[in-house]
């Protein structure tokens, strides 16, 4: 593309955009964004991004987290205003600029322009979707798979020993697959949370106490808790299995050798996402030897994964079930410390359950 061009999709762009320069101020804005604001671009020039553009997320945090990892981030739902109108609910997309690390480009869709474009939440309705097949697919393979196993260990009794070593291989396949199609099932089946009072020290404690006598067994756990910290607003069995889930990302990740996991537990008053504060913290920090570079931006997505014989399902329900929450989940990944980060509201008005 020549510059014209670049210029020219630039200015027609119908999606509010924005160049933010290192220190998060406005470098360029096209005719959509000032419009969007209701601004000229000479004035929203060098000026200060967030106090232009108020966003109920930690937008610096956010930006910060883009320079650091060089991957794009994106934000649904996330309440827009610009000072003088009221805030409208947008996607929010904040990519680093190539060639310029400093520097991003940052695109805010008004959900009604994302639902009329067609691309509201696109990547995460396909998803969905995808995942809603596999499960069917799923129930429907466990059947004749049963069929299957069930006829190779009856043939096994009529074999010699070399036969049996591949009726074996093929029972003990079998039962590979039906733990996949599991886990799809679990997946795609997913309950809304059931929101309680929950001390998630308890709930960090009994991860710890269970991955430390199985998976984890070959790794130290270390806790750093805030023991002030208020009950949180969670489905305790939900929230054990996210913990569960990045506990044994992280003890996969470290290999034989073991290595270093940090519970920590802490509280942060500046997180808001759509209009409510998440100020309890949890975070998983492990010494491993961080995201593989390539799946880095994607590690969230259903069925990416770096592992050999992962499904990829992990990380997909941890953001499934946080997001179901109204909570908030981010990693930060470099070689030798990877932190994982969930950010969930508190119970103020009902006392912790039983
Ligand atoms: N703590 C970590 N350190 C390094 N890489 C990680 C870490 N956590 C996740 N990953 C990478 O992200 C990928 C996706 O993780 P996810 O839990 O979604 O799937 P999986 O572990 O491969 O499979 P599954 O959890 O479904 O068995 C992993 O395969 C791994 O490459
Ligand atoms: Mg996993």
Redesign the pocket.
């Known amino acids: 593309m020549n510059p014209p061009e670049a210029t020219r999709l630039w200015t027609s762009l119908p999606i509010p955009a924005f160049i933010i320069g290192d220190d998060d101020t406005i470098i360029e804005v096209n005719p959509a964004g000032e419009a969007f604001v209701n601004v000229s671009a000479r004035v929203l020039r060098a000026a200060p991004a967030f106090d232009r553009l108020v966003i109920d997320a930690d937008m610096p945090d956010a930006c910060t987290r883009v320079r650091r990892n060089q991957a794009p981030l994106f934000l649904n739902d996330a309440q827009v205003g610009t000072g003088e109108r009221a805030p409208v609910m947008c996607n929010i997309q904040v990519a680093p600029l190539a060639d310029d690390p400093g520097r991003l480009l940052m695109l805010i869709t008004p959900r009604e322009i994302a639902g009329r474009l067609g691309q509201a939440n696109s990547v995460a309705s396909a998803a969905k979707a995808a995942i809603g097949m596999s499960a069917m697919l799923a129930h429907e393979i466990k059947n004749p798979l049963a069929g299957i196993t069930g006829a190779a260990q009856l043939l096994s009794m009529s074999l010699d020993k070399d036969g049996r070593e591949l009726t074996d291989l093929i029972v003990e396949e079998s039962r590979r697959v039906v733990k996949l199609l599991e ?1 799809v099932e679990q997946f795609g089946n997913l309950r809304p949370p059931d929101l309680k009072p929950v001390n998630i020290h308890d709930v960090l404690d009994r991860a710890r106490r269970s991955a430390v006598v199985g998976f984890a067994a070959h790794m130290t756990i270390l806790e750093d808790y805030d023991p002030s910290l208020p009950p949180a607003l969670v489905d305790r069995d939900q929230l054990l299995q996210v913990v569960q ?2 506990l ?3 003890s ?2 470290a290999g034989d050798a073991g290595g270093t996991i940090r519970l920590r537990s802490f509280y942060d008053l500046s997180l808001r996402m759509r209009g409510r504060a998440l100020p309890l913290q949890i975070e998983i920090i ?1 010494d ?5 570079s390539a ?1 880095a931006g994607d ?2 997505e259903p069925f ?4 050999e ?8 329900l ?1 953001s499934k079930i946080i997001s179901e929450h109204d909570g908030w989940v981010a990693v930060d ?1 470099v070689p030798g410390r ?1 932190a ?1 980060r969930i950010s969930l509201p508190v119970a103020t008005t009902l006392k912790e359950a039983p």
């Open positions: 886990q889930n990045l044994k990302n992280a996969e990740a492990d491993g030897p961080g995201l593989p799946i590690v969230f990416v994964s770096g592992r014989n992962g499904t990829g399902l992990g990380l997909a941890v990944s990877t994982f």
